[in-house]
């Protein structure tokens, strides 16, 4: 078992949430469901805590009531190896939540992603600092990360319009 585990307070909708993640992320299951019995928090049968992975890193939700929320100030950061990756859970994890700026979303659970292609880095992090700050222009007038758009500001030969 992991020393850290990343804790998801869910209102009533743990299932749900965890269902759509274990589905959207290779290399992920549930390992474990509990569910409220007769005089519980929930409705009997409801469940109260699930422990999953999501590319193999370990996870427990629980349905907590509204007492809970999510807040901005945590997000899951995902790292995408290609444009196809990111435009599908942008797509997926955005659905009936809220599409943000710079790569984040809510989905609509609460819970805030951060959807970054690894070549973000290189373009971001790069010892020329003009070709840096033309790439942090694109991306800070992006929604959803467009790795083409931003490789092109980069390098200087078109700059992104929204």
Known sequence: MQKITTFLTFNDQAEEAVNLYTFLFKNSNITKTIRYGEGGH???GTVMSIIFQL??????ALNGG???SFSNGTSLFVHCDTQQEVDELWDKLS?????GRCGWLKDKFGMS?????????KYLHSEDAEKAKRAMNAMMQMG?????AISLAYHGQEMYQP
């Open 42 to 44: 929930l409705p009997e």
């Open 55 to 60: 590319e193999g890193q370990g996870f427990m």
């Open 66 to 68: 509204p007492y809970f």
């Open 95 to 99: 659905y009936g939540g809220e599409k």
């Open 113 to 121: 992603w951060q959807i970054i292609p690894a070549a973000l880095g």
């Open 144 to 148: 959803k990360i467009d790795i083409e």
